[in-house]
Structure formats: structure tokens, C-alpha cells
């Protein structure tokens, strides 16, 4: 190499450090963050299901608690004590460091002799928060912990106070719940004494929120609420519950979707055969000119998008056989000329101009043994046995008083995700049993069925619906209106869609029959929502409720966004956005810092000034497979 060739790459390379290595230098970090392992663990007295799977509203105290966990996409995992040693094996990592941020104490027991409660000190003593609920926390550990000893229930009827400013009642007075009024509220209520704590909010002389600071990072507060379902129920102690959390663990990720202001819509029964047939279900199939005009037209209108809960096992009485609706062109009973072929393609075409998605509905819509007595409903007379509402039912044997085996259910199931897949290349992530029924015992739960099946949402008719993935099913009772409406009850619609639902969708669905009734039905319909309400989609709230949120614990702030298949597929092809909002001692250490460097999967989207921060930040992904990493880092 020539002396002249050797001169131009040193300089070449003199250039490239002053202009390239030189400002990323001095960009370099100016700080760094200790961060919270961003996960919860809840800890109960009992579950009802002995596998720890199945969590159920009528049988599980808990059920409130961990439903707005899910509902606000906070990590968590469930420590039942009927059956689970409390130690480090569970709060600790191999390092010795806490797996949770939060630990979400709601167990009430007289004594917990034979758990290790050293080990709850030794992990909040590593950076985990204690939250306690509706607990006496009968024990020295929790004692000194909180900062409190409970000493007796008792009743008051006066009104709860803010006896000392903080984040975590802050916002109460600006909601006017501050103060409280509890006139008629004869419940047991706990009463405690502080031995350190400081009183946030009082009845008279009974502290009904505390606040302990067993460690420089760390909180420990109780909450005096008379049951858990007031932390879901009561905009005063949810509003609470969520500002302990965010104070607890520094920050919370929730979904950027104002659900107070949406609805998930879905309509039944396309492709089931009873409409040809049964002389108080008898009515056309819409067919694709009538679905363009009156579904498709509407709802691009509106920039709205539904489901279409959908039946793929057409039950022909003629052949005795379960067969394809989409190849039955036929006068009717009534006749009425049904059109199936015209009926799928419409369907089709709302999926292609993406206004619908394909649900499961079950595969046929009736039961599965149409042979033993009182049938055979095949040859059954349809003025009589063959008409019984038990036959139209496919997850519950209302014919006989009996449940549907587990296996029978899953084998359904299966057919629907399959023929769906076939028909409308469509992969389904909700299900909404035909008919309403569905078993309801440990094993044979159809919730339980479904997320072995593959299903992300299940609606247990008539009143609320599961969260599911392969290892919980959790009753999602409380977080969202649930209700049927169809072109002659519109009037109760208002009456329906008035309970709160600040923590998910309000949950609505009608029948094709509607449209076939009544062509203009779904104009009516919008025409009757308030201008406010948009609609989500089932999968876009399957996607947000499934997302998975990890971060760091060292240097940089990152949030990894990841997803189990098939759940996330909504996010594949469109955006999510979150938002997080800050604790006020997380968001001083965020200011500390000259400067913020913002990015989305290893790409630099902004830089923040100190000023820009507020209590609340906004963190928007690309479309596309996960995980999506977003990051926070500290500049010179």
C-alpha cells in the first residue's frame, strides 16, 4: 500500500470520528434508571378450581381484582395459599432479585402459620411494593410492613376524607369525590392503627387508605375497602386501586383506547339452518345484494367495523347430515327462497372492505346428538318435538338436562376453527355459543374448552364473557355491559348502554335476522348509539387484552410489546397505541435527565426535553409481527 493510499484512509477515518463517533459520544448516557420488574403477583386465600385455571365471579373473591389487572394489561400472576408455600421460590430470581414489582395482598386469613412471610420482607426489602385489600393482615410481618395493626370491624355511616395530599388521591376532588358520602352504607368496615403509616383518607377516626414507606423505593399501602368488588365497581376506590398501582410499581401500560366511549358488536346466526324451518325463527337469509346495501353500506358510513358470528355445519333434516350452508340454494318451508352462495359471498365482501370480521358461533347450532330419545329430531315433528328450543343449542343439552362432555364440545370446536379457515380464510378469536347455553362444571367448562381450542374471547351468555389463553380463563364479569338488542327492543337500548364501562367495550350483539326484518335496522341501530361511541373490533380487544409487557430492570426504560399467536394477529396488520402514566418520583428521575432519546424497535422516533413530560405518556406501534421494543434513554 502506497504512503499516499495510507494518508487518505487515516483521514478518512479522523473525519468519520469527528462526525459520526464524536456526536454519539457526546450524546452518551447522562444517567440511569433502576426500574420495577413490571409484573404482579396476586396473592389469595383460595381458588375454587383446584387445576388454577378457571377463575369464576360467583366463586372466587378475587375475580374483581384480577379482571381489572387484565383489563388494564398489568402482568400478573396468580399465589393461592390453599395450596401454595409463600417463599422465595416464587418472589425471588436466581440473581436474588424480585420477579414482581407489586405484590397485591388480598388473602384474609386468622393466621398464616405455615407460610413464609420472611420471604414477602425479604422481596419488598428487593423493590417490590405491597398493596393490601380488604385484608386484617393478621400477622407481625404484614404488621410492620404497613406500617398498621388491625384492631376491630366497625360501621359508620360518615363521609370518607382526604386527610393528606398525594398522587394517589389527587385526582379525587377534581372527579368531586372528595369527600365521600357513605349516609345508608351500613357495611363492616375494618378498622386499623397506625403505628408509622401515614393516613391519606379517613372516616372520622378511621384510616381507610395508608401509606408506608418500608424502603426508599418502595410503597406498602391498604386500602379499607368493605369487599374487592368495590375496587372494580366504585369509580371512588377504582380510581384508588389504579393511582396505588401506578405509585407501586412507578408507572402502569395500559391500552390508548377510550373505552368508555366503545362498543364491540357482533351479529348471529349466519349460515344456521333453523330459519328455513322453524315457523317463530322464519325469515331470508340476507342474501349479497341485501348485505352490500344494508350492512357493508352502513357501517363504511360510519367507519365502523362488526362481527359476524358465523355457523359452517349446515344440519340437513333431508340427508341427515352435517353439510356446507354455502352450497344450499332452496324454497323453503314458508316459501321463502334462501340463497346461501349469495349469503357467503356478501360476508366476503364486507371482510374484503373491512367492515367485519369472522367469529365463531359454533359449528352448527344445535346439539350434537340429534338421534337419542327425545328425538331423533330428524324425522321429529317441527309443529312439535323438532320445534323445542333445547335442540337449537350446541354447548348445553337443554333436551336433556345435561351438560356437553368436554370432548364433545372441543370436537366442535375444532370443525368451526377449521371450516371458517376453510370457507372465509379467516382465523376466528372470539366464540359466542349458539343459543346461549353452555356447561358450566370445572371440566366441561366450555369457557375452559375454548381456550384449549385456541379461542382468545368467550361469551358466556347472557351476562359477561371470559378471558382466555392456555392457562387462565378469567371471568371477566363487571368490566363491561353485556346485552342482546334486535330491531323491536331498540327502545332498551339507552337503559343498556348506561352502566359505566371506563375498563372495556361495552359488549352488544343482534341477529342477521334483524337485517332480513328490517333492511334499514342498522342505521336505526347507529342512529339510536351516541355520536361518541365508535365500535373495536373483537380481535383489536383480544390483541390489547393478550399483549405481554415486560421491561428492563437496568439502564435504559424498555417495554417489550410480544404477543402469543394466535391472539395478537389484529396487531400484524394494524398499529397499537398505549399509554402509560407516571408516578410523580418516576417522573422527577425521568426530568433529572439533560435529555430523552425516544425508540421504536432500534429506530430513534424523538427527543424529549424535560419540559415535555407530564404525568402521561403516549407510545405508538408499527404494524407487524412482535415483539416491538420501545425505549427510553437518558442524553447528554
Known amino acids: 500500500m502506497g504512503a499516499e493510499n495510507l494518508e487518505k484512509i487515516l483521514a478518512a477515518l479522523v473525519l468519520f470520528f469527528f462526525l459520526v463517533v464524536g456526536p454519539a459520544a457526546g450524546e452518551g448516557r447522562a444517567t ?8 404482579a403477583l396476586l396473592i389469595v386465600d383460595r381458588w375454587s378450581d383446584p387445576t388454577s385455571m378457571l377463575v369464576d365471579h360467583e366463586k372466587d373473591d378475587f375475580q374483581p381484582v384480577a379482571a381489572l389487572l387484565k383489563a388494564w394489561s398489568v402482568p400478573f400472576d396468580i399465589l393461592r395459599l390453599d395450596q401454595q408455600h409463600l417463599d422465595n421460590t416464587y418472589l425471588l430470581d436466581r440473581s436474588g432479585g424480585t420477579r414482581y414489582g407489586v405484590l397485591i395482598w388480598v388473602a384474609d386469613s386468622p393466621s398464616y402459620t405455615e407460610q413464609n412471610l420472611g420471604s414477602l420482607a425479604e422481596a419488598v426489602e428487593g423493590g417490590a411494593s405491597l398493596l393490601v385489600a380488604r385484608s386484617r393482615f393478621l400477622d407481625p410481618t404484614l404488621e410492620k410492613l404497613l406500617g398498621l395493626k388491625f384492631k376491630a370491624p366497625y360501621t359508620a355511616t360518615e363521609p370518607l376524607r382526604v386527610t393528606e395530599p398525594h398522587f394517589i388521591t389527587r385526582e379525587l376532588a377534581s372527579h368531586s369525590m372528595d369527600p365521600l358520602d357513605t349516609a345508608w352504607d351500613f ?5 386499623v392503627d397506625p403505628r408509622g403509616a401515614k393516613i391519606l383518607i379517613a372516616q372520622t377516626t378511621h384510616p381507610t387508605l395508608t ?3 418500608p424502603g426508599a423505593e418502595t410503597a406498602a399501602i391498604w386500602l379499607g375497602v368493605k369487599n374487592l368488588a368495590e375496587l372494580r365497581d366504585s369509580p371512588y376506590w377504582r380510581e384508588l386501586f389504579f393511582r396505588s398501582l401506578v405509585w407501586s410499581l412507578g408507572y402502569l401500560v395500559r391500552p390508548n383506547v377510550d373505552y368508555a366511549g366503545r362498543v364491540e358488536v357482533e351479529i348471529d346466526d349466519w349460515g344456521t339452518s333453523d330459519k328455513g324451518y322453524l315457523s317463530y325463527w322464519k325469515y331470508q337469509e340476507p342474501d349479497e345484494k341485501s348485505i352490500r346495501e344494508n ?6 358510513k360510519r367507519g365502523a367495523v362488526v362481527a359476524a358470528n358465523v355457523i359452517t355445519g349446515y344440519v340437513d333434516r333431508k340427508t341427515k347430515r352435517i353439510v356446507s350452508p354455502w352450497t344450499q340454494r332452496f324454497t323453503d318451508a314458508f316459501g321463502v327462497e334462501q340463497d346461501y352462495a349469495s349469503t357467503q359471498r356478501g360476508l366476503k365482501a364486507a371482510v374484503e372492505a373491512g367492515v367485519l370480521e369472522i367469529q365463531s358461533h359454533g359449528w352448527t347450532h344445535m346439539q350434537p346428538d340429534l338421534e337419542s330419545p327425545p328425538g331423533p329430531w330428524w324425522t321429529a315433528d317441527l309443529e312439535g318435538e323438532a320445534s323445542a328450543g333445547g335442540w337449537y343449542t350446541e354447548f348445553g343439552d337443554l333436551v336433556r338436562g345435561t351438560e356437553s362432555p368436554a370432548i364433545v364440545q372441543l370436537f366442535r370446536l375444532k370443525r368451526s376453527l377449521q371450516c371458517l379457515q376453510e370457507d372465509f380464510g379467516q382465523r376466528p378469536l372470539e366464540l359466542r355459543p349458539g343459543g346461549g347455553a353452555w356447561s358450566k362444571s370445572q371440566f366441561n367448562n366450555t369457557g375452559r374448552v375454548a381456550a384449549q381450542a385456541g379461542f382468545g374471547l368467550y361469551h358466556a351468555e347472557p351476562d359477561f364473557y371470559y378471558y382466555l389463553d392456555r392457562d387462565l380463563v378469567l ?11 334486535s330491531f323491536d327492543r331498540l327502545d332498551a337500548l339507552d337503559a343498556q348502554m348506561s352502566r359505566p364501562h371506563p375498563d372495556g367495550p361495552a359488549m352488544m350483539v343482534f341477529h342477521d335476522r334483524d337485517v332480513a326484518l328490517q333492511p334499514d335496522f342498522v342505521n336505526r341501530l347507529w342512529a339510536r348509539l351516541s355520536p361518541a361511541y365508535r365500535t373495536i373490533s373483537a380481535n383489536e380487544y383480544v390483541g390489547y387484552l393478550h399483549a405481554r409487557i415486560t421491561s428492563s430492570t437496568t439502564g435504559d426504560w424498555q417495554l417489550t410489546f410480544d404477543g402469543e399467536e394466535p391472539y395478537g394477529l389484529y396487531f400484524d396488520q394494524h398499529p397499537s397505541s398505549w399509554r402509560v402514566s407516571l408516578s410523580d418520583p418516576f417522573l422527577e428521575k425521568l426530568k433529572a435527565a439533560p435529555g430523552l432519546a425516544v425508540s421504536v424497535d432500534g429506530r430513534t422516533t424523538t427527543r424529549l426535553k424535560a419540559t415535555d413530560l407530564l404525568h402521561d405518556l403516549t407510545i405508538d406501534l408499527p404494524a407487524g409481527p412482535g415483539p416491538h421494543v420501545w425505549k427510553l434513554t437518558p442524553v447528554r
Open 32 to 39: 440511569t434508571w433502576a426500574i420495577k420488574p413490571y409484573r
Open 211 to 213: 401509606l408506608n414507606s
Open 475 to 485: 371471568d371477566m364479569t363487571g368490566v363491561s355491559p353485556h346485552f342482546t338488542t
Open 187 to 191: 357495611g363492616t368496615r375494618l378498622w
Open 295 to 300: 350492512l357493508i353500506a352502513p357501517l363504511e
